[in-house]
Each structure stands twice: as structure tokens, then as C-alpha cells.
């Protein structure tokens, strides 16, 4: 019940503070960085839709370039990615005609990874927007600012469990969705 009489000023209210120890107007790291985060995020997304590729298929296709030959599980574990995510992405991508297993020689039941000829194409096409979309962010900024803001960055990803480098859609398990299933835990 509201009571009329509260002085909503009274030090006896209990009441989150809106200023920080520094004087300033308090503003949550989380909030900013989740918001900042999603507006970068959705504008790097529809940069890419222009070569057909998503952010995390842009990042997979990046770390099979760069070790190619290597094991489907060794990306996988050097990505974070859970197996269960990289047998559905690499089918994905060798359906698209841009990666291709090969049986490793020394071990049959592992596959190396390799980027066909229309994977090298897709991610030379692909390479000039993510440049674009880096000068876009950073801009702004010298070129240490950059540094110290990635290694800022970096800090607070280790806080919350996520290794520097992994990207979110790659399926780490810090960054796991409890939305799915907490969505079936309340369907019949």
C-alpha cells in the first residue's frame, strides 16, 4: 500500500545510490558494455548479410584459414566452441561449398578442416567489411587507446569466464543461454 506520507528523500528509505565514489553519475560497466555491445553486434551482422555470412560463420571460416589441416576437434577446442555446435556449423559451411573435411591420415575418425576455393573467395569479399566496420568503432581512437581498450576489455571477459578471442555466437560456455531452456522447463 503507498503510503502518502513517505518522504522520499528521508536517509531511512532505502535507496540505490546514482552517484559513484568519484562524484560522477553512476553508470553500470554491464549495462554499458551489453548495450554498446548489441549496437555493434547488430551493425556488424547486417554488414556481413551483403556476402551471406553471420558473424560467428565469418569467425569459423577466419579460424579454419588460419590453421588449416588442423583437426574439426582442435579448432573446436581452441574456439570454444562445444562439439556438439562445430559438427552443426562445419556441416553448414561444407553444404555452402566453403569448408571441406578430409580424413586426417594418422587418425581415420578425425577430420582436418581446409577452406575450399569459394571459401577463400567469400572471405577475401568479406574482409574489407570487417575493416570498414573497425575503422568505424575505433575511429575515434588512437591507436594505444585501441590497445588499452581491447586489454579492458579482455579483463572483464576473463571476470565473467570468457577467454580473449572467442566470439559469443561460437557457442562457449560462458556464454551459454539459459533462455532455451528455461522456455522448455515451462512448456507441457
Request: zero cysteines; aromatic letters at 4%.
Amino acid at each position: 500500500m503507498y503510503d502518502s506520507e513517505m518522504n522520499p528523500t528521508d536517509p531511512a528509505v532505502d535507496t540505490p545510490s546514482t552517484v559513484s565514489e568519484t562524484g560522477q553519475p553512476y553508470r553500470p560497466v554491464g549495462f554499458v558494455i551489453s548495450t554498446t555491445g548489441y549496437a555493434i553486434s547488430r551493425r556488424f551482422r547486417e554488414s556481413l548479410k551483403s556476402v551471406g555470412l553471420a558473424p560467428q560463420e565469418l569467425g569459423l571460416l577466419q579460424a579454419v584459414a588460419s590453421a588449416e589441416g588442423r583437426t574439426q576437434q582442435a579448432i573446436a577446442d581452441a574456439q570454444g566452441i562445444a562439439p556438439s555446435r562445430m559438427v552443426v556449423m562445419i556441416d553448414a559451411l561444407e553444404q555452402r561449398g566453403l569448408v571441406k573435411r578430409r580424413r586426417n591420415p594418422d587418425d581415420r575418425r578425425a577430420h582436418a578442416l581446409y577452406l575450399t576455393a569459394k571459401g577463400r573467395k567469400l572471405l577475401a569479399r568479406a574482409f574489407p567489411i570487417t575493416v570498414e566496420h573497425e575503422q568505424h568503432l575505433t575511429g575515434a581512437l588512437s591507436a594505444e587507446q585501441r590497445e588499452q581498450l581491447l586489454a579492458l576489455l579482455d579483463r572483464v571477459g576473463v571476470q565473467v569466464g570468457i577467454p580473449p578471442g572467442v566470439h559469443p555466437g561460437m557457442g562457449h560456455s560462458a556464454l551459454a543461454d539459459d533462455t532455451d531452456s528455461d522456455q522448455e522447463q515451462r512448456e507441457p
